[in-house]
DNA sequence: CGTTCTTTTGACTTCAATCAATGAGAGTGG
DNA sequence: CCACTCTCATTGATTGAAGTCAAAAGAACG
């Protein structure tokens, strides 16, 4: 029973090892589930949170809204993620959570989880170093928008989501399916809409890939992964899955 | 004795609540000190760390190149920041730990670290606090990457270093010290030398502060920190200093 | 005091933004 | 089942912010 939280052992497998009595210490989280539309916001920006999201199906993304009315998409999610797991010590949001489309989740509250990491010291590293598996995700997509070209950018997106999906079964044979307009795409590259729709077809032509309807075909890998100057490592799976 | 430890405690106390008790663990922390030269690298990318390193004095910035030769400079530390913690957890470095100017440093093994850890698990929350406090910074920088134009980031940068300076101490009447070259914030503000040196002449210009021989004056905080959309609420300081 | 690093300036180029319009699909309701 | 609407994708023309290249001027340092 509890089912649900199988994709939240799977992910924590990924990253780190996890014990017998860890396991059955992550399996008694209490877990509260719902069903979000597409667009709902599970957490705002300067809300003070007193429990945490785990992505059970479907997409979620985090993003910041500045007062210009500008807006900047921080992170993607699939299944097995924590979106706002840093809320367990920083209440307040300074950013916001969202269903990229209808998505399940499980919501824990922080005191549950709290009692849960004093009894059990390994799955509390664990969780740390998932946080900190997610600072790293930030410093190589800073790195790419404050380095790389359009290109360069995008590339390192679909390479980084081809990797991370594979591991929770969403993407084989170098195609999966991705829920975003290409206005949010232009969110999360730090570009204009209009030129995610031009650099798209600059890298369809090259014979790179192809992204119609929400599904992206990787043709060309290696070409692909030499553009985004893309290393998996920074993942930091426990057990290399590219 | 060990009056090195102070900087860490202040800093701790700057972004969460620490007990007596949970203070005497933290000085008792084994410390090796050592100087570094301008320069000098105590982490590097692929590394595999056994210690981290508290900043006792100086400045230390963490740095990302690329396979092209580009670089990015991810954030810049001050003294009483642990800049490599996230190592604890992750092992292998994601990229580079350098000194900005000559700075006094101390390391603390790691096994020394889970050791007082485990002792009282309310600094092991502070620690972990503070590697999300580090993950906040990098969103908002990944925001004024993606969505603002060379003065806004700029702008929010000088803002940033000006409030984290004053809780150390290192800055008042709007005014600091910030030893680094043109080219060092370009790399930090993604774009080139030239347009660094033209943006801070427009930025005088129009009289919102002046850069000249490592110091900044800051002329005018009102327009900067607008230019900037500067809101020091992701810094998450348990008592706001700005 | 000369060498090197850093800052500054000018001319030119380019990548991406902007503005504006058209086209294509998906879902809705008469 | 087809008009209608709405969102999303696409295209073209133009503008603008920032990059590039090259050189000179100014500081810093042994």
């Known amino acids: 029973m ?5 994709v939240l052992i799977r992910r924590l497998r990924t990253i780190g090892t996890l014990g017998p009595e860890e396991e059955i210490v992550v399996r008694d989280l209490p877990l509260r589930l719902a069903t979000l539309a597409k667009g709902d916001e599970v957490a705002s920006d300067g809300e003070v949170m007193d ?13 910041k809204d500045l007062p210009d009315g500008s807006r900047q998409i921080l992170s993607f999610h699939v299944p097995g993620d924590i979106p706002d797991l840093q809320s367990l010590h920083l209440k307040k ?10 998505c399940e989740v499980a919501f824990i509250k ?11 010291p390994g799955v509390a590293d664990l969780f740390w ?30 390479c980084e989501l081809y990797v991370r999906l594979r591991s929770v079964d969403m993407a084989k044979e170098m195609r999966y399916q991705f829920p975003v307009t290409q206005t949010e795409l232009a969110h999360a590259l730090g570009i204009t809409p209009v030129h995610v729709n031009r650099t798209l077809q600059e890298l369809r032509s090259r014979g790179l890939l192809r992204f119609e309807h929400h599904e992206m075909i990787i043709h ?8 985004a100057q893309f290393d998996a490592s920074y993942l930091h799976y426990f057990v290399d899955v590219s």
């Open 2 to 6: 509890a089912k649900e939280v199988e």
């Open 51 to 63: 429990q945490s999201c785990l992505l059970l199906a479907g997409w979620m993304h985090r993003l």
């Open 93 to 102: 949001m300074d950013h916001s959570l969202a269903a990229t489309s209808v």
């Open 110 to 120: 922080h005191a549950d989880l709290r009692r849960a990491l004093l009894k059990a």
């Open 129 to 158: 170093r998932d946080t900190l598996v997610d600072a790293g995700g930030f410093r190589i997509w800073m790195t790419m928008l404050g380095q790389a070209n359009a290109e360069g950018r995008m590339a390192h997106l679909f």
């Open 220 to 227: 060309d890998w290696d070409r692909l992964s030499d553009l």
